[in-house]
Protein backbone atom coordinates (compact mmCIF):
# COMPACT_ATOMS: atom_id res chain seq x y z
CA UNK A 1 0.00 0.00 0.00
CA UNK A 2 1.29 3.81 -1.17
CA UNK A 3 2.14 6.14 1.51
CA UNK A 4 -0.43 8.13 1.60
CA UNK A 5 1.94 11.27 2.30
CA UNK A 6 2.83 13.11 -0.97
CA UNK A 7 6.59 12.88 -1.76
CA UNK A 8 8.71 15.82 -1.59
CA UNK A 9 10.08 15.41 -5.01
CA UNK A 10 6.28 16.38 -6.64
CA UNK A 11 7.17 19.88 -5.38
CA UNK A 12 8.98 22.59 -7.02
CA UNK A 13 12.45 23.71 -4.94
CA UNK A 14 10.17 27.30 -4.00
CA UNK A 15 7.29 25.40 -2.55
CA UNK A 16 9.65 22.88 -0.50
CA UNK A 17 11.83 25.51 0.79
CA UNK A 18 8.77 27.25 2.03
CA UNK A 19 6.98 24.69 3.72
CA UNK A 20 10.31 24.39 5.23
CA UNK A 21 10.04 27.25 6.71
CA UNK A 22 6.56 27.07 7.82
CA UNK A 23 7.77 23.51 9.47
CA UNK A 24 10.56 25.28 11.62
CA UNK A 25 8.05 27.87 12.27
CA UNK A 26 5.54 25.71 13.69
CA UNK A 27 8.11 23.65 15.32
CA UNK A 28 9.13 26.68 17.00
CA UNK A 29 5.48 27.65 17.96
CA UNK A 30 5.45 24.14 19.15
CA UNK A 31 8.05 24.56 21.35
CA UNK A 32 7.52 27.45 22.79
CA UNK A 33 4.07 26.69 23.24
CA UNK A 34 5.63 23.79 25.94
CA UNK A 35 5.66 26.98 28.39
CA UNK A 36 3.04 29.26 26.72
CA UNK A 37 -0.08 28.44 28.43
CA UNK A 38 -2.24 29.96 25.67
CA UNK A 39 -0.27 28.86 22.53
CA UNK A 40 -1.03 24.77 22.51
CA UNK A 41 2.07 22.51 21.58
CA UNK A 42 0.87 19.45 19.81
CA UNK A 43 -1.31 20.70 16.72
CA UNK A 44 2.03 23.08 15.98
CA UNK A 45 3.69 19.65 16.23
CA UNK A 46 1.69 17.59 13.65
CA UNK A 47 1.79 20.59 11.35
CA UNK A 48 5.36 20.97 11.67
CA UNK A 49 5.18 17.10 10.43
CA UNK A 50 3.14 17.72 7.91
CA UNK A 51 5.00 20.29 6.16
CA UNK A 52 8.14 18.41 6.52
CA UNK A 53 6.30 15.12 5.27
CA UNK A 54 5.80 17.65 1.90
CA UNK A 55 9.06 18.97 1.81
CA UNK A 56 12.26 17.09 3.74
CA UNK A 57 12.30 13.33 4.24
CA UNK A 58 15.42 14.44 6.33
CA UNK A 59 13.85 16.68 8.64
CA UNK A 60 10.78 14.85 9.23
CA UNK A 61 12.29 11.63 9.85
CA UNK A 62 14.31 13.65 12.14
CA UNK A 63 10.59 14.66 13.68
CA UNK A 64 9.64 11.00 13.62
CA UNK A 65 12.72 9.74 15.12
CA UNK A 66 12.72 12.48 18.13
CA UNK A 67 12.32 10.46 21.54
CA UNK A 68 9.76 13.23 22.96
CA UNK A 69 6.82 13.66 19.67
CA UNK A 70 8.14 11.13 17.55
CA UNK A 71 5.66 8.36 18.72
CA UNK A 72 2.87 10.90 18.96
CA UNK A 73 3.41 11.95 15.40
CA UNK A 74 3.47 8.17 14.69
CA UNK A 75 0.07 7.81 16.31
CA UNK A 76 -1.92 9.97 15.18
CA UNK A 77 -0.85 9.90 11.33
CA UNK A 78 -1.34 5.95 11.15
CA UNK A 79 -4.67 5.93 13.63
CA UNK A 80 -5.86 9.31 14.23
CA UNK A 81 -5.73 8.64 18.21
CA UNK A 82 -3.29 9.65 21.62
CA UNK A 83 -2.62 7.22 24.00
CA UNK A 84 -3.47 7.77 27.40
CA UNK A 85 -0.71 9.02 29.57
CA UNK A 86 -0.10 11.71 26.66
CA UNK A 87 -3.51 12.86 26.89
CA UNK A 88 -3.57 13.06 30.74
CA UNK A 89 -0.13 14.93 31.06
CA UNK A 90 -1.65 17.08 28.40
CA UNK A 91 -4.62 17.93 30.71
CA UNK A 92 -2.34 18.25 33.50
CA UNK A 93 0.03 20.86 31.68
CA UNK A 94 -3.18 22.60 29.89
CA UNK A 95 -5.08 23.06 33.95
CA UNK A 96 -1.60 24.17 35.59
CA UNK A 97 -0.44 26.68 32.87
CA UNK A 98 -3.86 28.25 33.15
CA UNK A 99 -4.42 28.01 36.57
CA UNK A 100 -1.17 29.77 37.42
CA UNK A 101 -1.96 32.27 34.45
CA UNK A 102 -5.56 33.11 35.86
CA UNK A 103 -3.97 32.82 39.17
CA UNK A 104 -0.84 34.72 39.63
CA UNK A 105 -0.16 36.48 35.95
CA UNK A 106 -3.31 38.10 34.83
CA UNK A 107 -5.22 40.78 36.83
CA UNK A 108 -7.90 41.66 34.33
CA UNK A 109 -11.39 39.74 34.67
CA UNK A 110 -12.15 39.75 31.15
CA UNK A 111 -8.64 38.64 30.24
CA UNK A 112 -9.52 35.29 33.40
CA UNK A 113 -12.42 34.68 31.46
CA UNK A 114 -11.42 34.35 27.86
CA UNK A 115 -8.20 32.14 29.37
CA UNK A 116 -11.49 30.14 31.16
CA UNK A 117 -12.80 29.23 27.71
CA UNK A 118 -9.45 28.54 25.82
CA UNK A 119 -8.71 26.40 28.27
CA UNK A 120 -11.94 24.30 28.82
CA UNK A 121 -12.03 24.29 24.86
CA UNK A 122 -8.69 22.78 24.84
CA UNK A 123 -9.62 20.55 27.36
CA UNK A 124 -12.57 19.56 25.58
CA UNK A 125 -11.05 19.28 22.13
CA UNK A 126 -8.44 17.21 23.38
CA UNK A 127 -10.84 14.92 25.51
CA UNK A 128 -12.82 13.78 22.64
CA UNK A 129 -9.75 12.54 20.64
CA UNK A 130 -9.87 8.93 20.60
CA UNK A 131 -7.29 6.61 22.92
CA UNK A 132 -5.05 4.51 21.00
CA UNK A 133 -6.05 1.32 23.06
CA UNK A 134 -8.28 -0.56 20.58
CA UNK A 135 -7.85 1.03 17.56
CA UNK A 136 -6.55 -0.30 14.53
CA UNK A 137 -3.65 0.33 12.60
CA UNK A 138 -4.87 2.20 9.37
CA UNK A 139 -1.87 2.41 7.55
CA UNK A 140 1.71 2.10 8.79
CA UNK A 141 3.59 5.20 8.91
CA UNK A 142 6.81 5.14 7.02
CA UNK A 143 10.26 6.83 6.85
CA UNK A 144 10.09 8.82 3.88
CA UNK A 145 13.30 7.77 1.35
Not at 112 to 136: D, H, K, Q, S, Y
Request: proline share 6%; glycine share 4%.
Amino acid sequence: MPNKLISHLVFPRAQRVILIVCGFAALLLGLIGIVLPVLPTTPFILLAAACFAKSSSRFYNMLLSNRFCGSVIRDWESKRCIRRPVRYMALGSIAFTFSLSIGFLVADTYLRLLLIVIAITLMTFLWRVPLCEGIEKIAPVKKIE
